[in-house]
């Protein structure tokens, strides 16, 4: 049983940056293509970056240029550092393995990211 938690998210103002963690455990972590998903109210939940075992990443571009996901496989953590964050990324942020390439997991609690103007 693959077991997610994420941490990490809070409430900014405009501008501003967090770092959010995600815990893996349960699985061989290293070979999975990892990624970050957001969850705005009444919105669907959308893939906003991701990053293969063997680190290539890739962004949406509504992030690109200001999150960088990284994994450090030795502690099983994929994380997401958002930087200029904008009221627009306010959302429950999830991870879990990167869709496009894997069935997903059983998601995690998620995170909450709040962002003020």
Do not use: H
Not at 31 to 38: D, E, V
Not at 62 to 77: E, L, Q
Request: charged content about 20%; aromatic content about 10%; overall charge positive.
């Amino acid at each position: 049983q693959v077991r997610l938690v994420e941490s990490g998210g809070g409430s900014v103002q405009a501008g501003g940056s967090l770092r959010l963690s995600c815990a893996v455990s349960g699985s061989t972590f290293r070979i999975n293509a990892m990624g970050w998903y957001r969850q705005a109210p009444g919105k669907q939940r959308d893939l906003v970056a991701s990053i293969r075992s063997g680190g290539s990443t890739n962004y949406a571009d509504s992030v690109k240029g200001r999150f960088t996901i990284s994994r450090d496989n030795a502690k099983n953590t994929v994380y997401l550092q958002m930087n200029s964050l904008k009221p627009e990324d306010t959302a429950v942020y999830f991870c879990n393995r990167d869709r496009d390439w894997n069935p997903l997991w059983s998601w995690g609690q998620g995170t909450q990211v709040t962002v003020s103007s």
